[in-house]
């Protein structure tokens, strides 16, 4: 209903009128022409402060005497705060101090205030479920005062429905307010009815508050042009303060998995909390999740179930023949649990020659999740991505899996064509749980802690397409056919897993992750138990830094398993855990061990000084007459005073030329070296190299010397 006069009622533009309300007419009849907004009165009350402000030091005398100026103000106050604020604000333009400004911008205000109360009842707000059933908004929600619906309910405002005071030719609703709780922003959701469909969008609040920004919507479908921007700001900045009440306020975070607190879990658009909810309530989430980018949205998508929990434990207990495959699925469900646990990230890899199911064993993993599809709306990927999405990707997951196939396809993301840069530098991405620190024009970009496992797979191992040694401790590699040979009957069952999976998923992490929230009291113990299974697994002799570390990964893998077949109790258990373990264990240990970079490259200087034994100076050559001459030879076998030989050491050239030929650091190599105690020293100052005597040579009744990185004679001669 919209007052003017008398009481009508305005619908698709026909006009009703209204029985008159009882009391006094004065009341009723009661003139409020005033809720006519248009660009030209703006103006004009623009054009009046102008000339009052060319005397700043009486503008805001001569404003409050001017009872004119000051009564228009006021009601344009009443349908356009910000008009007005900007309009009085632009005064200090010209010299008006803050303090005027303020001052009547108070008084405009207070006047506005007491003018609103004394509208008589009989102006009833306008319910827009009164025009338009289907609105998706609030029972109680109206239009702003002032504002109505004209047309096919265009909205307008003021008395005139001339062209000039429609504000949006489609209804335009404000549905829902987002507030990020980690980065403190706030977003909205916009809803409109076009060509009779609903639409909307969200955006960040300030998007609706600034001209220049607003007008991008319009490629979204939103009426809006230069033209009308500026009333559509006002409009909805009417529509909040009027539907403050009844607009849903939504907490909202762009991360999914556990919240910062631990208090629930964010599984994609499903939000879970210590009590199993009641699907029945019709109650909103607590939390919602709010992508930054569509591709977020598009991840957290991929996190959903379809078809039957039964159908997939079936398919799931007829895999326990297959270790490798049934152990990735157990990996699957670990993240949950890393923080409980106090484990950090880390990286499981299948690796093997193609077609030997191995991206058909990752998919079964991730269907715990949801859609276990590389070519659909989902959160698995293959290596042929940046790696900036990569950080993001892994950025937004606190507690669930990322999934990259084949790496081989990362040589698209590399402009030299290697593919082991993108996978090593990602593993250590991934062991950080941190994205990449970036830098803006104001300072830094907040920088986005993270909690996953990676898992990948790839014709050779990640550990051999890189020489860098930190990888190694970080990543979990199983070399060899997941489902032990290629044959009918493997094939049989990669099938059976890849049509199973198309349509039943995204049941047993879900199930898995209430259990977790619904335990609560037992973490500790859980914790406690790791503890125990990482003392056990990793206190054994003779183990590398390496092996250790990935002990504290088998460690969180072989507690989850018992929580996991506690949230699952349909899953098999009469296969032996500890057999699992101790096959899947034992082979990556052995591919951490020949990954390991100083035995790598001490291979290849054992395979040197065999190839190259001719180019050995030794004090046998001394004494045949053959002289010592630098780039003749690479090294000098060494021998103490008895004779007996001790080591053999090598130029710097030569084995430097060696290392970087084999993507070896230098460096890095004779400090694993020299930490395993396979260098020879004797304080040079060189650093990792000894002083050696040159065989044949004298200086006064002394042998020359030379420094050399020298290996000892157990290491070199060793067939290890």
């Known amino acids: 209903m919209f007052y003017c006069g008398k009481r009508i ?22 003139d409020i022409e005033t809720c006519a907004v248009t660009d030209d009165s703006l103006s004009l009350l623009e054009e009046e402060i102008k000339v009052l402000a060319s005397k700043p030091k009486d503008f805001f005398t001569s404003f409050i005497n001017n009872q004119e100026l000051f009564r228009q103000a006021t009601e344009h106050f009443q349908r356009s705060e910000i008009a007005v604020h900007r309009i009085i604000s632009s005064a200090k333009t010209q010299g008006v101090t803050g303090k005027d400004i303020t001052e009547a911008l108070r008084l405009i205000k207070k006047e506005a205030k007491e003018n609103a109360s004394q509208i008589p009842s009989a102006i009833m707000p306008i319910i827009i479920k009164d025009y338009l059933p289907t609105a998706p908004v609030a029972d109680e ?33 404000i549905t829902c307010i987002k507030h990020n709780r980690l980065t403190n922003i706030e977003y909205v959701t916009l809803a409109w009815i076009a060509d009779g469909a609903q639409r909307s969008v969200t955006v960040e609040r300030k998007i609706i508050a600034k001209k220049s920004q607003i007008v991008d919507l319009a490629s979204y479908g939103l009426p809006i042009t230069s033209t009308n921007a500026d009333k559509i700001i006002d409009y909805l900045f009417a529509y909040e303060k009027t539907n403050a009440h009844c607009i849903d306020k939504v907490e909202a975070t762009h991360k999914l998995g556990w919240t910062p607190d631990m208090e629930g879990f964010l599984w994609g658009h499903q939000f879970f909390l210590g009590k199993t909810p009641d699907p029945t309530s019709g109650k909103k989430p607590v939390i919602e999740f709010w992508g930054r980018d569509q591709g977020d949205e598009q991840i957290a998508d991929g996190f959903c179930s379809s078809g039957s929990y039964d159908t997939w434990i079936s398919l799931v207990n007829d895999v326990f023949e297959f270790p490798d495959v049934i152990f990735l ?39 715990c999740w949801g859609v276990p599809e590389l070519h659909a ?3 698995v990927n293959t290596w042929n991505a940046t790696p900036v999405w990569i950080g993001r990707a892994a950025s937004i997951l606190n507690g669930l899996p990322l999934y990259l ?84 009957e493997s094939k049989r069952i990669v099938d059976r897993i890849n049509r199973t999976t198309q349509e039943h998923y995204g049941h047993a992490g879900p199930r898995l992750v209430q259990f977790i929230l619904d335990h609560r009291d037992q973490w500790p113990l859980w914790k406690e138990a790791y503890q125990e299974a990482n003392d056990l697994l990793t206190q054994r002799e003779s183990m590398s830094p390496i092996e250790m570390r990935l002990g504290e990964y088998f460690a969180a893998i072989a507690t989850a398993i018992v929580i996991i077949h506690a949230a699952l109790p349909e899953l098999r258990r009469d296969k032996p855990v500890k057999e699992l373990l101790a096959s899947v264990w034992g082979r990556a240990r052995k591919e951490a061990r020949e990954a390991d970079i100083g035995k790598r490259s001490l291979k290849l200087v054992q395979e040197l000084i065999i190839n190259r034994n001719d180019r050995i100076y030794t004090a046998e050559m001394a004494s045949q007459g053959v002289k010592w001459e630098g780039g003749s030879f690479i090294g000098i076998k060494e021998v103490d005073k008895s004779g007996n030989w001790i080591s053999v050491g090598l130029t710097t050239d030569a084995l430097r030329e060696l290392l970087n030929k084999n993507d070896f650091n230098l460096q890095e190599s004779l400090r694993n070296w020299n930490s395993k105690g396979w260098l020879l020293r004797n304080g040079s100052s060189e650093g990792y190299q000894r002083q050696v005597d040159i065989p044949g040579t004298s200086n006064k009744g002394r042998m020359n010397k030379l420094n050399l990185y020298c290996l000892k004679k157990e290491v070199v001669s060793s067939e290890e």
């Open 9 to 30: 009622q305005i619908y698709y533009g026909h006009t009703k009128p209204m029985p008159s309300s009882k009391g006094n007419k004065k009341e009723n009849d009661m």
């Open 141 to 173: 929600a109206t239009l702003p005062v002032c504002y109505k619906f004209i047309g096919n309910c265009a909205i307008s405002v003021g008395i005139d429905d001339g062209p000039d005071s429609i504000v949006s030719s489609y209804p335009l609703f």
């Open 329 to 367: 699925l157990y990996a699957s469900l670990t993240p949950p649990l890393l923080p409980i646990f106090g484990v950090k990230n880390f990286s499981l890899e299948l690796s093997n020659q193609s077609s030997s199911g191995k991206t058909t064993a990752m998919l079964l993993g991730a269907s």
């Open 377 to 379: 709306s989902s959160f």
């Open 405 to 488: 196939d084949d790496t081989k396809l990362a040589k698209a993301q590399d402009r030299r064509g290697r593919d082991g840069d993108l996978v090593t530098n990602t593993i250590y991405l991934i062991a950080s749980g941190r994205d990449k620190a970036r830098g803006t024009l104001q300072g830094t970009e907040r920088t986005e802690p993270f909690r996953t496992i990676l898992f990948s797979t790839g014709e050779s191992p990640s550990l051999d397409l890189s020489n860098d040694g930190g990888s190694r401790g970080r990543l979990i590699d199983l070399w060899g056919n997941p489902f032990l040979k290629t044959d009918k």
